[in-house]
């Protein structure tokens, strides 16, 4: 059986065989699954009345020890949202009553955001539906393929420097 990226890698083949195509290979499946995955995650997202950025903001509050409060920063390094997205995205989880942000008691500038009881509720029960997501769009792999495919994306993020110094949540 070939996928799509098997046709384009013939087709450069015929056209450009002085070429060393062969990262399209890895490259181009990855950009692929990425659409694909992207696809299913937002619907389940949808589900629950959630995008992506919103749905990871939760997440990281819920996965924090309680009381389940990060300040800006510490939400930012420890999500997958970017530092201009997380005021906007505060902004919207504080209107639906998710989120609440309080001054800092030790810094008069700090703030922290806490996850209300509402925004608990709705993490814990968005993400059995998001893990659910994540085991059918991985259930062509057995368990130790996803291990070695996890450990091989694993070097490859390393090797472009996405690495983790220390434990991003306090």
Wanted: net charge negative; no cysteine; charged share 30%.
């Amino acid at each position: 059986m070939a996928d799509h990226v098997d046709f384009i890698l013939k087709q450069w083949g015929a056209q450009r065989p002085d070429l060393d195509v062969s990262p399209m290979a890895v490259i181009g499946r990855l950009s692929r699954l990425s659409r694909l995955i992207d696809a299913e995650l937002r619907r389940t997202f949808a589900a629950h009345g959630l995008d992506r950025a919103s749905f990871d903001v939760l997440a990281t509050l819920r996965r924090s020890d309680p009381p389940h409060r990060l300040t800006p920063a510490e939400l930012m390094r420890a999500s997958m949202v970017t530092s201009g997205a997380i005021t906007q995205r505060l902004d919207r989880l504080e209107e639906r009553g998710l989120v609440t942000r309080t001054p800092s008691e030790s810094d008069g500038r700090g703030v922290y955001v806490t996850l209300t009881e509402e925004g608990f509720a709705l993490i814990d029960r968005a993400l059995p539906d998001h893990v659910a997501t994540e085991h059918r769009v991985l259930s062509a792999l057995s368990g130790e393929r996803r291990e070695e495919l996890a450990g091989t994306l694993r070097d490859l993020l390393e090797s472009l420097g996405d690495v983790t110094e220390r434990s991003p949540l306090p």
